[in-house]
Protein backbone atom coordinates (compact mmCIF):
# COMPACT_ATOMS: atom_id res chain seq x y z
CA UNK A 1 0.00 0.00 0.00
CA UNK A 2 1.14 3.71 -0.37
CA UNK A 3 1.87 5.87 2.05
CA UNK A 4 -0.22 8.98 2.31
CA UNK A 5 0.58 12.70 3.16
CA UNK A 6 -2.79 14.65 4.12
CA UNK A 7 -4.06 17.96 4.43
CA UNK A 8 -7.01 18.86 6.65
CA UNK A 9 -9.14 21.44 5.23
CA UNK A 10 -11.96 22.83 6.74
CA UNK A 11 -14.96 23.08 4.21
CA UNK A 12 -19.05 23.51 4.04
CA UNK A 13 -20.50 19.94 4.02
CA UNK A 14 -22.59 19.20 1.03
CA UNK A 15 -26.71 20.10 1.62
CA UNK A 16 -25.81 21.67 5.29
CA UNK A 17 -24.60 24.46 6.76
CA UNK A 18 -22.52 22.55 9.08
CA UNK A 19 -18.89 22.66 8.84
CA UNK A 20 -16.98 19.11 8.27
CA UNK A 21 -13.23 18.32 8.00
CA UNK A 22 -12.70 16.80 4.54
CA UNK A 23 -9.21 15.08 3.02
CA UNK A 24 -8.41 17.09 -0.03
CA UNK A 25 -5.27 15.75 -2.34
CA UNK A 26 -2.27 17.85 -2.98
CA UNK A 27 -1.27 17.85 -6.38
CA UNK A 28 -1.76 14.10 -8.16
CA UNK A 29 1.11 12.88 -10.12
CA UNK A 30 0.23 12.66 -14.11
CA UNK A 31 2.38 10.42 -15.36
CA UNK A 32 2.28 6.81 -15.06
CA UNK A 33 4.43 4.67 -13.39
CA UNK A 34 6.70 2.84 -15.13
CA UNK A 35 6.40 -0.22 -16.60
CA UNK A 36 4.84 -2.35 -19.01
CA UNK A 37 1.02 -1.05 -18.39
CA UNK A 38 2.40 2.59 -18.97
CA UNK A 39 0.87 2.72 -22.20
CA UNK A 40 -2.64 1.13 -21.05
CA UNK A 41 -6.14 3.07 -21.52
CA UNK A 42 -7.64 2.28 -17.74
CA UNK A 43 -6.12 3.93 -15.12
CA UNK A 44 -6.52 4.22 -11.14
CA UNK A 45 -4.74 6.95 -8.85
CA UNK A 46 -5.58 7.58 -4.79
CA UNK A 47 -6.54 11.21 -4.13
CA UNK A 48 -4.15 11.71 -1.49
CA UNK A 49 -2.09 11.84 -3.87
CA UNK A 50 -0.04 8.80 -5.25
CA UNK A 51 0.86 7.99 -8.69
CA UNK A 52 -1.08 7.27 -11.70
CA UNK A 53 -1.06 3.71 -12.57
CA UNK A 54 -2.29 2.72 -15.95
CA UNK A 55 -3.48 -0.90 -17.39
CA UNK A 56 -4.67 -2.48 -20.68
CA UNK A 57 -7.84 -3.23 -19.48
CA UNK A 58 -10.38 -1.77 -16.93
CA UNK A 59 -10.79 -5.45 -15.37
CA UNK A 60 -7.02 -4.95 -14.53
CA UNK A 61 -7.45 -1.06 -13.28
CA UNK A 62 -10.31 -2.01 -10.45
CA UNK A 63 -8.10 -5.17 -9.52
CA UNK A 64 -5.54 -3.08 -8.65
CA UNK A 65 -7.84 0.00 -6.74
CA UNK A 66 -9.73 -2.53 -4.71
CA UNK A 67 -6.14 -4.32 -3.68
CA UNK A 68 -7.25 -7.65 -6.00
CA UNK A 69 -10.54 -7.81 -3.98
CA UNK A 70 -12.70 -7.44 -7.82
CA UNK A 71 -10.66 -9.28 -10.32
CA UNK A 72 -13.68 -10.07 -12.51
CA UNK A 73 -14.71 -6.70 -13.25
CA UNK A 74 -16.31 -6.11 -17.21
CA UNK A 75 -13.90 -5.55 -19.89
CA UNK A 76 -15.28 -3.21 -21.51
CA UNK A 77 -16.15 0.08 -19.14
CA UNK A 78 -19.82 0.82 -20.42
CA UNK A 79 -20.74 -2.99 -19.81
CA UNK A 80 -19.39 -2.58 -16.10
CA UNK A 81 -21.00 0.82 -15.19
CA UNK A 82 -24.59 -0.14 -16.40
CA UNK A 83 -24.06 -3.52 -14.00
CA UNK A 84 -25.62 -3.76 -11.30
CA UNK A 85 -23.65 -7.13 -10.01
CA UNK A 86 -20.52 -4.71 -10.87
CA UNK A 87 -21.70 -1.76 -8.40
CA UNK A 88 -22.16 -4.05 -5.54
CA UNK A 89 -19.07 -6.26 -5.92
CA UNK A 90 -17.44 -2.40 -5.82
CA UNK A 91 -19.18 -1.17 -2.89
CA UNK A 92 -18.88 -4.63 -1.02
CA UNK A 93 -15.14 -4.53 -1.25
CA UNK A 94 -15.22 -0.81 -0.42
CA UNK A 95 -16.46 -2.19 2.95
CA UNK A 96 -14.35 -5.30 3.21
CA UNK A 97 -11.20 -2.78 2.41
CA UNK A 98 -12.62 -0.25 5.56
CA UNK A 99 -13.02 -3.57 7.87
CA UNK A 100 -9.67 -5.36 6.95
CA UNK A 101 -6.43 -5.54 8.60
CA UNK A 102 -4.05 -3.40 6.32
CA UNK A 103 -3.49 -0.17 8.35
CA UNK A 104 -4.35 1.81 4.94
CA UNK A 105 -7.17 0.79 2.77
CA UNK A 106 -8.32 0.89 -0.89
CA UNK A 107 -11.87 2.22 -1.38
CA UNK A 108 -12.93 2.95 -5.15
CA UNK A 109 -15.14 6.29 -4.77
CA UNK A 110 -15.31 7.00 -8.65
CA UNK A 111 -14.65 6.28 -12.44
CA UNK A 112 -14.24 8.70 -14.95
CA UNK A 113 -14.66 8.57 -18.52
CA UNK A 114 -13.79 10.70 -21.38
CA UNK A 115 -15.81 9.74 -23.68
CA UNK A 116 -19.52 10.36 -23.11
CA UNK A 117 -22.20 7.13 -22.05
CA UNK A 118 -19.34 5.46 -20.19
CA UNK A 119 -17.12 4.90 -23.00
CA UNK A 120 -13.47 5.61 -23.99
CA UNK A 121 -10.13 5.33 -21.54
CA UNK A 122 -11.13 5.82 -17.80
CA UNK A 123 -9.61 7.14 -14.42
CA UNK A 124 -10.55 5.51 -11.24
CA UNK A 125 -10.25 7.66 -8.17
CA UNK A 126 -9.85 5.40 -4.80
CA UNK A 127 -9.70 6.66 -1.11
CA UNK A 128 -9.49 5.39 2.46
CA UNK A 129 -13.09 4.58 2.96
CA UNK A 130 -16.55 5.21 1.89
CA UNK A 131 -17.96 8.05 2.05
CA UNK A 132 -20.08 8.14 5.32
CA UNK A 133 -22.76 9.88 6.97
CA UNK A 134 -20.63 11.46 9.59
CA UNK A 135 -17.48 11.13 7.90
CA UNK A 136 -14.77 13.69 5.74
CA UNK A 137 -15.68 14.59 1.99
CA UNK A 138 -12.72 13.89 -0.49
CA UNK A 139 -11.94 16.12 -3.92
CA UNK A 140 -9.06 16.32 -5.95
CA UNK A 141 -8.10 20.17 -6.67
CA UNK A 142 -6.31 18.98 -9.99
CA UNK A 143 -7.46 15.70 -11.96
CA UNK A 144 -4.30 14.16 -14.05
CA UNK A 145 -3.56 15.80 -17.15
CA UNK A 146 -4.34 13.31 -20.06
CA UNK A 147 -8.44 14.11 -18.11
CA UNK A 148 -7.97 17.87 -17.52
CA UNK A 149 -10.90 19.60 -19.61
CA UNK A 150 -11.56 15.61 -21.04
CA UNK A 151 -14.09 14.07 -18.78
CA UNK A 152 -17.24 13.45 -20.36
CA UNK A 153 -19.00 10.80 -18.03
CA UNK A 154 -18.33 9.18 -14.56
CA UNK A 155 -19.74 6.92 -12.05
CA UNK A 156 -20.21 7.18 -8.41
CA UNK A 157 -19.42 3.91 -6.14
CA UNK A 158 -19.67 3.33 -2.19
CA UNK A 159 -22.21 5.58 -1.08
CA UNK A 160 -20.56 8.75 -2.68
CA UNK A 161 -21.89 11.94 -5.01
CA UNK A 162 -19.86 13.78 -7.15
CA UNK A 163 -19.56 17.42 -8.21
CA UNK A 164 -17.69 18.58 -11.11
CA UNK A 165 -15.81 22.15 -11.15
CA UNK A 166 -14.43 23.60 -14.00
CA UNK A 167 -11.61 25.30 -12.61
CA UNK A 168 -8.82 23.71 -10.17
CA UNK A 169 -9.39 23.73 -6.72
CA UNK A 170 -13.06 23.37 -6.56
CA UNK A 171 -13.40 26.49 -7.83
CA UNK A 172 -15.45 28.24 -11.24
CA UNK A 173 -18.66 26.32 -12.96
CA UNK A 174 -19.83 23.08 -10.96
CA UNK A 175 -22.28 20.77 -11.48
CA UNK A 176 -25.11 19.68 -9.22
CA UNK A 177 -24.21 16.81 -6.56
CA UNK A 178 -24.73 13.57 -8.40
CA UNK A 179 -24.96 9.95 -8.06
CA UNK A 180 -25.10 6.79 -9.93
CA UNK A 181 -23.90 6.35 -13.87
CA UNK A 182 -23.94 9.86 -15.38
CA UNK A 183 -23.69 9.63 -19.17
CA UNK A 184 -22.59 13.34 -19.70
CA UNK A 185 -21.61 15.44 -16.84
CA UNK A 186 -24.04 18.65 -17.56
CA UNK A 187 -23.86 21.71 -16.42
CA UNK A 188 -21.91 23.03 -18.70
CA UNK A 189 -18.82 21.30 -17.20
CA UNK A 190 -18.51 18.83 -20.30
CA UNK A 191 -14.99 18.63 -20.98
CA UNK A 192 -14.15 21.23 -18.75
CA UNK A 193 -13.70 19.89 -15.68
CA UNK A 194 -10.26 20.43 -13.75
CA UNK A 195 -11.24 19.46 -9.99
CA UNK A 196 -13.38 16.82 -8.03
CA UNK A 197 -15.73 16.91 -4.86
CA UNK A 198 -17.09 13.34 -3.16
CA UNK A 199 -19.51 13.40 -0.37
CA UNK A 200 -22.19 11.24 1.61
CA UNK A 201 -25.41 10.78 -0.25
CA UNK A 202 -28.21 8.03 0.52
CA UNK A 203 -29.69 6.87 -2.71
CA UNK A 204 -32.95 4.87 -3.12
CA UNK A 205 -33.27 1.69 -4.93
CA UNK A 206 -35.55 0.84 -7.66
CA UNK A 207 -37.88 -1.03 -5.61
CA UNK A 208 -38.17 2.31 -3.42
CA UNK A 209 -39.00 4.65 -6.62
CA UNK A 210 -41.66 2.03 -7.62
CA UNK A 211 -43.38 1.68 -4.58
CA UNK A 212 -43.85 5.84 -4.28
CA UNK A 213 -44.69 5.72 -7.61
CA UNK A 214 -47.60 3.13 -6.98
CA UNK A 215 -48.59 5.01 -3.89
CA UNK A 216 -48.80 8.18 -6.41
CA UNK A 217 -46.01 9.68 -3.94
CA UNK A 218 -43.98 10.46 -7.33
CA UNK A 219 -45.29 9.67 -10.92
CA UNK A 220 -43.36 7.33 -13.53
CA UNK A 221 -43.06 7.89 -16.55
CA UNK A 222 -41.37 5.56 -19.00
CA UNK A 223 -39.49 5.78 -22.18
CA UNK A 224 -38.54 2.57 -24.65
CA UNK A 225 -35.31 2.76 -26.90
CA UNK A 226 -34.49 0.50 -29.40
CA UNK A 227 -36.53 -2.29 -31.35
CA UNK A 228 -38.43 -4.91 -29.62
CA UNK A 229 -37.63 -8.23 -30.39
CA UNK A 230 -38.83 -11.44 -30.87
CA UNK A 231 -37.98 -15.03 -29.19
CA UNK A 232 -39.73 -18.32 -27.83
CA UNK A 233 -39.75 -18.91 -24.38
CA UNK A 234 -39.35 -22.96 -24.85
CA UNK A 235 -41.86 -26.10 -25.72
CA UNK A 236 -43.60 -26.93 -22.82
CA UNK A 237 -45.99 -30.03 -22.53
CA UNK A 238 -50.01 -29.13 -22.18
CA UNK A 239 -51.64 -32.31 -22.14
CA UNK A 240 -50.65 -35.44 -22.35
CA UNK A 241 -52.79 -39.12 -23.24
CA UNK A 242 -51.47 -42.94 -22.62
CA UNK A 243 -52.94 -44.86 -25.37
CA UNK A 244 -53.87 -48.69 -23.53
CA UNK A 245 -56.03 -50.06 -26.07
CA UNK A 246 -54.51 -52.04 -29.10
CA UNK A 247 -55.47 -49.50 -32.03
CA UNK A 248 -54.61 -45.91 -32.99
CA UNK A 249 -56.59 -43.26 -31.68
CA UNK A 250 -57.18 -40.15 -31.62
CA UNK A 251 -58.11 -37.89 -28.75
CA UNK A 252 -59.49 -34.39 -28.62
CA UNK A 253 -57.43 -32.36 -26.23
CA UNK A 254 -58.36 -29.38 -24.32
CA UNK A 255 -56.20 -27.44 -22.47
CA UNK A 256 -55.25 -24.76 -20.91
CA UNK A 257 -51.75 -23.13 -20.83
CA UNK A 258 -50.57 -19.59 -18.79
CA UNK A 259 -47.47 -17.48 -19.22
CA UNK A 260 -46.06 -15.36 -17.24
CA UNK A 261 -43.70 -11.83 -18.24
CA UNK A 262 -40.31 -11.54 -16.44
CA UNK A 263 -37.76 -8.52 -16.30
CA UNK A 264 -34.83 -7.26 -15.19
CA UNK A 265 -35.76 -6.28 -11.48
CA UNK A 266 -37.81 -9.54 -10.45
CA UNK A 267 -35.25 -10.57 -7.85
CA UNK A 268 -34.92 -6.87 -6.54
CA UNK A 269 -38.87 -5.94 -6.71
CA UNK A 270 -39.88 -9.65 -5.10
CA UNK A 271 -42.20 -12.78 -5.91
CA UNK A 272 -45.13 -10.75 -4.37
CA UNK A 273 -44.53 -7.76 -6.62
CA UNK A 274 -47.09 -8.37 -9.40
CA UNK A 275 -45.86 -5.73 -11.88
CA UNK A 276 -48.65 -6.48 -14.41
CA UNK A 277 -50.89 -4.76 -11.53
CA UNK A 278 -49.19 -2.07 -10.32
CA UNK A 279 -49.10 1.56 -12.24
CA UNK A 280 -45.38 0.95 -12.78
CA UNK A 281 -46.51 -2.02 -15.06
CA UNK A 282 -49.56 -0.01 -16.67
CA UNK A 283 -47.12 2.91 -17.42
CA UNK A 284 -44.57 0.33 -19.46
CA UNK A 285 -47.36 -1.15 -21.32
CA UNK A 286 -48.79 2.39 -22.30
CA UNK A 287 -45.32 3.62 -23.51
CA UNK A 288 -44.81 0.16 -25.50
CA UNK A 289 -48.17 0.42 -27.35
CA UNK A 290 -47.67 4.15 -27.67
CA UNK A 291 -43.91 3.56 -29.18
CA UNK A 292 -44.82 0.32 -31.35
CA UNK A 293 -48.15 0.32 -32.27
CA UNK A 294 -48.99 -3.40 -30.94
CA UNK A 295 -50.49 -4.49 -27.26
CA UNK A 296 -47.76 -5.58 -24.53
CA UNK A 297 -49.04 -8.37 -22.22
CA UNK A 298 -47.42 -9.10 -18.64
CA UNK A 299 -48.81 -12.46 -18.56
CA UNK A 300 -51.51 -14.24 -21.07
CA UNK A 301 -53.81 -17.41 -20.52
CA UNK A 302 -54.56 -19.18 -23.23
CA UNK A 303 -57.46 -22.09 -24.12
CA UNK A 304 -56.95 -24.59 -26.81
CA UNK A 305 -58.38 -27.40 -28.61
CA UNK A 306 -55.42 -30.19 -30.29
CA UNK A 307 -56.82 -33.57 -32.44
CA UNK A 308 -53.47 -35.83 -30.15
CA UNK A 309 -53.20 -38.96 -32.21
CA UNK A 310 -51.25 -41.58 -30.04
CA UNK A 311 -50.14 -44.91 -31.65
CA UNK A 312 -51.08 -48.04 -30.04
CA UNK A 313 -49.34 -48.85 -26.79
CA UNK A 314 -47.84 -45.15 -26.80
CA UNK A 315 -48.20 -41.65 -24.54
CA UNK A 316 -48.49 -38.90 -26.32
CA UNK A 317 -48.08 -34.99 -25.62
CA UNK A 318 -49.09 -31.44 -26.51
CA UNK A 319 -46.36 -28.90 -26.72
CA UNK A 320 -46.96 -25.09 -27.24
CA UNK A 321 -43.55 -23.24 -27.31
CA UNK A 322 -44.84 -19.58 -26.75
CA UNK A 323 -44.01 -16.49 -28.74
CA UNK A 324 -42.60 -14.00 -26.46
CA UNK A 325 -41.47 -9.86 -26.90
CA UNK A 326 -38.96 -7.90 -25.39
CA UNK A 327 -38.12 -4.22 -25.07
CA UNK A 328 -36.45 -2.00 -22.81
CA UNK A 329 -35.68 1.73 -21.81
CA UNK A 330 -36.07 3.93 -18.79
CA UNK A 331 -38.19 5.06 -15.81
CA UNK A 332 -38.36 8.88 -15.02
CA UNK A 333 -39.42 9.19 -11.16
CA UNK A 334 -40.21 12.50 -10.76
CA UNK A 335 -41.65 13.90 -7.13
CA UNK A 336 -43.33 17.30 -5.74
CA UNK A 337 -40.77 17.56 -3.55
CA UNK A 338 -37.09 16.56 -2.99
CA UNK A 339 -36.46 12.85 -1.85
CA UNK A 340 -33.29 11.14 -1.67
CA UNK A 341 -31.84 15.12 -2.57
CA UNK A 342 -33.30 15.35 -5.73
CA UNK A 343 -36.66 15.83 -7.42
CA UNK A 344 -36.18 13.39 -10.44
CA UNK A 345 -34.04 9.70 -10.43
CA UNK A 346 -33.81 7.46 -13.11
CA UNK A 347 -34.33 3.43 -13.13
CA UNK A 348 -31.78 2.86 -16.37
CA UNK A 349 -31.87 -0.11 -18.41
CA UNK A 350 -34.94 -1.96 -17.61
CA UNK A 351 -35.80 -4.79 -19.31
CA UNK A 352 -38.85 -7.01 -19.46
CA UNK A 353 -39.71 -9.56 -21.49
CA UNK A 354 -43.92 -10.85 -21.82
CA UNK A 355 -46.19 -13.19 -24.40
CA UNK A 356 -46.95 -11.62 -27.17
CA UNK A 357 -51.19 -11.00 -26.86
CA UNK A 358 -53.01 -13.21 -29.41
CA UNK A 359 -50.69 -15.18 -30.16
CA UNK A 360 -50.83 -18.75 -30.01
CA UNK A 361 -46.95 -19.42 -30.74
CA UNK A 362 -46.03 -22.94 -32.08
CA UNK A 363 -48.42 -26.00 -30.81
CA UNK A 364 -47.28 -29.29 -31.65
CA UNK A 365 -47.34 -32.89 -30.58
CA UNK A 366 -45.39 -35.89 -30.19
CA UNK A 367 -45.35 -39.45 -29.06
CA UNK A 368 -43.33 -42.66 -27.82
CA UNK A 369 -43.55 -46.07 -26.85
CA UNK A 370 -44.78 -46.50 -23.29
CA UNK A 371 -42.30 -47.77 -20.24
CA UNK A 372 -43.33 -50.67 -18.39
CA UNK A 373 -44.03 -48.43 -15.13
CA UNK A 374 -46.41 -46.53 -17.33
CA UNK A 375 -48.82 -49.13 -18.58
CA UNK A 376 -48.71 -50.38 -15.22
CA UNK A 377 -50.01 -47.13 -13.68
CA UNK A 378 -52.36 -46.37 -16.32
CA UNK A 379 -53.38 -49.20 -18.14
CA UNK A 380 -54.03 -51.63 -15.30
CA UNK A 381 -57.36 -53.42 -16.28
CA UNK A 382 -58.51 -50.82 -19.17
CA UNK A 383 -58.85 -50.35 -22.88
CA UNK A 384 -59.01 -47.00 -23.72
CA UNK A 385 -57.14 -43.29 -23.67
CA UNK A 386 -56.21 -42.28 -20.60
CA UNK A 387 -55.39 -38.55 -19.67
CA UNK A 388 -53.03 -37.17 -17.72
CA UNK A 389 -52.16 -33.95 -15.96
CA UNK A 390 -49.07 -32.59 -18.16
CA UNK A 391 -45.71 -33.55 -16.32
CA UNK A 392 -44.03 -29.99 -15.47
CA UNK A 393 -40.37 -29.66 -16.28
CA UNK A 394 -37.45 -27.59 -15.29
CA UNK A 395 -37.67 -25.77 -18.64
CA UNK A 396 -40.94 -24.47 -18.26
CA UNK A 397 -40.67 -23.33 -15.07
CA UNK A 398 -37.47 -21.26 -16.30
CA UNK A 399 -39.28 -19.93 -19.33
CA UNK A 400 -42.03 -18.25 -17.30
CA UNK A 401 -40.56 -17.52 -13.93
CA UNK A 402 -36.94 -16.17 -14.49
CA UNK A 403 -35.71 -12.79 -13.88
CA UNK A 404 -33.57 -11.69 -17.15
CA UNK A 405 -30.17 -10.29 -15.99
CA UNK A 406 -30.14 -8.02 -13.58
CA UNK A 407 -29.41 -4.69 -15.98
CA UNK A 408 -31.57 -2.13 -14.24
CA UNK A 409 -29.73 0.58 -12.17
CA UNK A 410 -30.90 3.76 -9.87
CA UNK A 411 -29.60 7.07 -11.18
CA UNK A 412 -29.84 10.83 -9.94
CA UNK A 413 -31.24 13.69 -11.95
CA UNK A 414 -32.07 17.19 -11.37
CA UNK A 415 -31.92 18.87 -7.90
Given amino acids: ?196 QWNYAEAPTAAQLFEDCDKKIATCKFEHKGDVTYSYGGAHEVARAYNCTSIEQVKKMTWTDATGGKNSLSVELGATYKIGNTAVGAEYSLSFKTTYGHEWSWETRVTDETDLTVPAGEVGWVNRNTKMQTAGGEYTVTYKDRKWGHYIWYVRDFTATGPVPQEMGVVDWVSRPMTAAEKAEHCKDVAAVVTATPKKTKKTASATTKSLPSTAHVLSGPR
Fill in 1 to 196: MKSRTKKIVIIAAAGTGVLALTVPITALATTAEPGPEAAGSHCTVDISGGPVRCFPTYRAAIAAATDGRVKDAPLDVRTAAASPAFQKKIDVAGTAAEQGDDEESSVVIGTEYLDADHKGKSMSFTADSKCTPDGPGFQVDQVPAEFNDAISSYQTFNDCQARHFADPGLKGDSTSWQIGGQLAVGDGVDNRTSSI
